[in-house]
């Protein structure tokens, strides 16, 4: 006997999700985000949480505002949720969104420290960004390092604010200000979700 239903977390690899349900195993996708799916998902709003983010950043003054985070499964960082949540909100306040300060790393850590080391280094402090919003604080961490490393000071010179609320992000220094994503409530709703779809309970792929 095999597995009747498999949890894939934050992974999506479109011709072995096809081939794992024409085998009769059922697919719950947690944290994914692919309008392509044909799969039941459990996530949460990334948009709103962005947003959310870099509105609080906004309300602290700060207009002159980063982004560092990677690409959606698209491979194309536009699509990206997180990246979505921080261009609305810098949209809606009409601040400008500079190209320069748009930093995708491909969700490599050395790539957050190599690029606004690069970006800080480039230019005189009173041209710098004055706040960076990272789109997981696995990348916030590197970043703060490359603002200490460029002589500058977190937050009086560059205000930075991540998301995730890792266990890591409060032992930073400064710690790091995180949006909190709730992983267990995620985790109890997709496993209930998944026991649910194999009791028939509803038949189409949804998402919650």
């Known amino acids: 006997t095999g597995a009747q239903g498999i949890v894939a977390v934050s992974w999506y690899d479109k011709e072995l999700f096809e081939l794992i349900q024409q085998a009769g195993v059922a697919i719950m996708g947690v944290s994914l985000n692919d309008e392509r799916l044909t799969v039941p998902v459990v996530d949460c709003d990334r948009i709103l949480s962005a947003r959310a983010a870099v509105r609080h950043l906004i309300d602290q003054g700060h207009t002159r505002i980063a982004y560092i985070g990677g690409p959606a499964y698209s491979k194309q960082m536009e699509s990206e949720e997180r990246y979505v949540g921080y261009k609305f909100a810098m949209l ?15 969700w490599n ?35 703060m390092r490359a603002v200490v490393e460029n002589q500058g000071r977190i937050p009086e010179d560059i205000a930075i604010v991540g998301m995730d609320n890792i266990d890591v992000a409060q032992y930073t220094t400064p710690p790091l200000t995180s949006v909190s994503v709730p992983k267990y409530e995620i985790g109890r709703v997709a496993a209930k979700s998944i026991v649910d779809y194999l009791d028939g309970h509803f038949k189409v792929a949804t998402k919650i």
């Open 92 to 106: 809606e306040a009409n601040l400008e969104v500079r190209e320069e300060w748009l930093m995708n790393t491909g």
């Open 109 to 143: 850590v050395d790539r957050s420290f190599s690029k606004l080391s690069e970006l800080l280094g480039g230019l005189p402090k009173d041209q710098w960004p004055t706040a960076v919003f990272c789109a997981s604080d696995m990348l916030a961490i590197p970043a």
